[in-house]
């Protein structure tokens, strides 16, 4: 049973060439014994399963069979369980079970749990989609997995790719103190603007390497999020799906912005507790992004609403993207992985409860006395900095 799902691991782990080696893996504590990769779709979570199968391996050919990569797309679940496989990859000398698409697995969380306890020398490690409960709400295995997100590619890891060259990433505190002398150093090696605007286009997602359709495969997977992030696994009826693309739509059409909830109501003809909802689920997918005032959050209404990341503002060929919108979109995503971002007058962000940070796409004309991310500069000057330069944080 075990040699064919062996035969097909090989396979795909000698294939693999992840584009990158992520930063996400040397962050993860590998000793963990339940370990979540939570991330949204198509930012290369398979990848990175592939890719730590395949580093495993190299280092420790001897122990090859004792790490196994299985996708739950495989027929054999549907009349078997994860915890009778796990039973056999133990009894056959497995240490190391990599599991991918969980979410298509009924009883995931609850034998996740029963591996965890039944087999203490298995260590497990799967990856999410962002709209599965993990920790809060989840009593199978929310004091268990240890969970860490893989995002899209950086703007650092994008020239890094695209230029074949190494990048180190920089902390927040190290760019806002000394964002001259970093952006020099980077600057000797290459020219980020001239780079900039297509990452913005299609530098998030690794299939933007990959294939000279980007714009049709982002669709697919926009589309992929709605109809199995949302309805599947937030087991929400088929029947509403029209009314979410609807919104999404609507929402596409105008981000960055603040949040009409009656007029999206009258639009997609429902409540406008449903419109909350809808948007927590499309946050949640990785689709929006919402900034909220320090203190409030869901199921209040955010002070404005952002797409997730730069390369959803091109989604919708019919609307021209202002420069700004871009820029802003750019720097949240870049920074709310890691950093705290609320909405605050007269700024366009509050980082982290202790600065303001404002975001141009043009060198601003009056003086300025606080930090300014600008998005049309290589190299800044005291509180003026790079927008670029925030796509090195990871």
């Not at 056999?88 to 996740?112: M, T």
């Not at 507790?273 to 900034?291: E, F, G, H, P």
Request: aromatic content about 12%; charged content about 25%.
């Amino acid at each position: 049973m075990l040699e064919s799902f062996y035969q097909t691991h090989d396979y795909l782990v000698s294939h693999v060439k992840p584009p990158i080696r992520r930063m996400l893996m040397d962050e993860v504590n590998w000793d963990d014994r339940l370990i979540a990769i939570k991330g949204g779709r198509g930012v290369g979570k398979t990848d990175f399963l592939l890719g730590f199968a395949k580093e495993w391996q190299a280092k420790n050919p001897e122990k090859a069979k004792q790490i196994l990569y299985v996708n739950f797309n495989n027929f054999y679940f549907t009349q078997h369980t994860l915890y009778e496989f796990a039973g056999e990859f133990v009894k056959a000398g497995g240490r190391r079970l990599l599991l991918d698409q969980a979410f298509k697995y009924r009883n995931w969380s609850k034998e996740l749990r029963d591996c965890y306890y039944h087999y203490p020398k298995l260590q497990i490690v799967f990856v999410a989609s962002p709209v599965m409960r993990l920790i809060e709400g989840n009593q199978d295995i929310g004091n268990l997995v240890k969970m860490y997100n893989l995002r899209g590619f950086s703007f650092r890891e994008y020239l890094s790719i695209k230029l074949q060259i190494n990048l180190r990433s920089y902390k927040l505190e190290e760019i806002l103190n000394d964002h001259e002398a970093i952006a020099e150093q980077i600057v000797a090696r290459v020219h980020p603007l001239e780079h900039f605007g297509e990452y913005l286009e299609k530098g998030y997602y690794p299939m933007g390497f990959e294939t000279n359709s980007f714009q049709d495969q982002l669709l697919k997977i926009m589309n992929m999020m709605l109809e199995v992030d949302v309805l599947l696994i937030k087991q929400i009826d088929v029947a509403y799906l029209g009314r979410l693309r609807t919104l999404l739509y609507m929402l596409m059409s105008e981000v960055p912005c603040g949040l009409n909830v009656t007029k999206l109501a009258e639009g997609i003809s429902t409540s406008r507790a449903t419109v909350m909802n809808y948007i927590k689920c499309l946050k949640d997918a990785r689709l929006l992004n919402l900034l909220y005032t320090d203190g409030k959050q869901f199921p209040m209404k955010p002070s404005r609403v952002y797409m997730q990341n730069p390369n959803l503002c091109f989604a919708l060929p019919s609307r021209d993207v202002t420069a700004k919108d871009v820029s802003e979109t750019f720097f949240y995503s870049a920074l709310h992985g890691t950093h705290k971002l609320n909405a605050i007058e007269n700024a366009s962000f509050w980082v982290d409860r202790k600065m303001r940070i404002d975001v141009c796409a043009t060198m601003p004309k009056k003086e300025i006395f606080r930090y300014t991310a600008v998005a049309d500069i290589e190299v800044g000057k005291n509180k003026l900095i790079p927008l670029w330069l925030f796509g090195f944080l990871y």
